[in-house]
């Protein structure tokens, strides 16, 4: 089984910035493709970045884009989500995803194994 540790939530005003961490450990996979979601009280959970084993492909939601930079370490088997410019409604709980592919993806169904969550708090 794939354990999945999300470090890094918190409280911030708006306009700051955090870094969450997502390690994997337990039995790994050779290839894998990590994503980042989103879930605030009341909706559903949301695609909020992604990106490929190999790195060079990424992707983003649009209400991310060019506030937030997602990057994996392979050796450390860990996948970050740099936020910068938050905003009040990035508030959420924020979730790690791992799928044993290259490609990355934005539905969530096509991921297997999730983090337990860290909530992040951004006040105006």
């Known amino acids: 089984q794939v354990q999945l540790v999300e470090s890094g939530g918190g409280l911030v005003q708006a306009g700051g910035s955090l870094r969450l961490s997502c390690a994997a450990s337990?039995?790994?996979?050779?290839?894998?493709?990590m994503g980042w979601f989103r879930q605030a009280p009341g909706k559903e959970r949301e695609f909020v970045a992604g990106?490929?084993?190999?790195?060079?492909?990424?992707l983003y939601a649009d209400s991310v884009k060019g506030r937030f930079t997602i990057s994996k370490d392979n050796a450390k088997i860990t996948v970050y989500l740099q936020m910068n410019s938050l905003k009040p409604e990035d508030t959420a709980v924020y979730y790690c995803a791992a799928r044993p592919f290259q490609a990355v993806v934005r539905g969530s169904n096509y991921y297997n194994y999730w983090g337990q969550g860290t909530q992040v708090t951004v006040s105006s």
């Open positions: 990106v490929s084993w190999t790195g060079t492909n990424r």
């Open positions: 337990g039995r790994t996979f050779s290839t894998y493709a």
